[in-house]
């Protein structure tokens, strides 16, 4: 509030001297804000990390601490549209990172992240999480450009314990402050239903990769049948018994059917022979159940065409009964990587009704 006499003098002046000193005034307090040492800092980081701060604007800098395919999926997509995919990540990937992307490097942690991030200027970060982490929100929360953010699946679909509330509310925070979301499948639906403000969404599924036939398959024309099942999936000796894996294959050999499981060497820190016990003891049992060791991602789509049939089951044989650590709604709107490659070999899927969207 101005002071009488203040106000008496600028009331005695003509009104176009008092526009000239109102815009005046006005520059003067944007150039001393810019020039604060808050802003002068900012600015002098801003050129030491960015450089001369170019603009790629057909580059695409893929974040995550654990690529999986997906990501190698997604950078094929971006360079069949001529954009360059780069690759931010912090330990080693399971497939070949320079078959994909036009370079890479290692972070140590979020931060080591953010800096690596700030160096650059592309389009789009694209933040991977497999369900949330510190990389992610902490890429969410300072932005160094424009964040995409891509979650694996939705934690608020999982039940108590397996909901853990620290993955939740990081989640929860990248998805309503991130720029924009690609969804795999239909489960950000959990997060937004009945709330506004959403970012925009885009459903970016799994895809083929259609890249040629794979060996002759020595059982196409047999009289016995090979199914197979990848990915990771709830074993029994977790406490995932109603998810059913176990009863499934001891049916499925029962019936003459072979089934070979392609499994990771550790399953939640347990060595092999500990965690998938009762599957080696039922394989010792009936030669028909074939237990495999995880292969390198070329490797395994290759012997996928050997096969005739591929599994993607979470306890079909309940008849109904809800499972201990999903909602009915992971169940409906759930995607899954295998259904893809399952498809890519030319191998058709069993599954029951509950995976609505596969």
């Not at 083929?208 to 197979?228: A, K, L, Q």
Request: proline share 6%; aromatic share 12%; hydrophobic share 40%.
């Amino acid at each position: 509030m101005l002071s009488r006499g203040r106000a008496a003098v600028l009331g005695a002046m003509p009104q176009g001297l008092r526009k000239v000193l109102r815009w005046v005034r006005r520059r003067a307090q944007f150039w001393f804000s810019r020039w604060t040492l808050p802003a002068l800092l900012k600015r002098v980081l801003r050129k030491v990390i960015r450089g001369e701060g170019v603009l790629f604007r057909h580059e695409v800098v893929f974040v995550c601490d654990t690529p999986r395919i997906r990501q190698a999926r997604l950078a094929r997509a971006v360079s069949l549209m001529g954009w360059t995919p780069v690759l931010f990540h912090r330990d080693p990937a399971n497939f070949e990172v320079e078959r994909y992307f036009a370079s890479s490097q290692r972070y140590v942690n979020h931060w080591h992240a953010l800096w690596r991030c700030a160096s650059r200027s592309p389009r789009v970060f694209h933040v991977c999480a497999p369900f949330s982490d510190d990389t992610s929100e902490c890429l969410v929360r300072f932005k160094p450009g424009v964040v995409v953010y891509d979650p694996y699946d939705v934690v608020e679909g999982l039940r108590e314990p397996f909901l853990l509330e620290v993955y939740a509310r990081q989640q929860r925070f990248c998805a309503r402050h991130a720029d924009a979301l690609c969804c795999r499948d239909l489960q950000t639906q959990i997060y937004f239903r009945g709330r506004r403000g959403r970012p925009p969404r885009l459903l970016f599924a799994e895809y083929c990769w259609d890249e040629g036939d794979g060996p002759e398959n020595p059982w196409r024309d047999g009289d016995e049948v090979h199914t197979v099942s990848i990915g990771n999936f709830g074993i029994e000796k977790l406490g995932f018994r109603d998810h059913g894996y176990l009863e499934l294959f001891r049916h499925l050999v029962a019936q003459g059917i072979h089934v070979h499981v392609y499994v990771s060497p550790v399953a939640a820190g347990l060595p092999y022979e500990e965690a998938w016990s009762e599957y080696i003891d039922l394989a010792r049992e009936n030669p028909l159940l074939h237990m495999h060791r995880n292969l390198p991602y070329p490797l395994l789509m290759k012997e996928l065409r050997r096969y005739h049939v591929g599994l993607s089951y979470l306890g079909a044989l309940k008849k109904g009964r809800e499972l201990h650590d999903v909602t009915p709604d992971v169940l409906r709107l759930n995607g899954s990587a295998r259904l893809y490659d399952y498809l890519d070999a030319g191998l058709p899927m069993a599954m029951h009704r509950e995976f609505r969207f596969m």
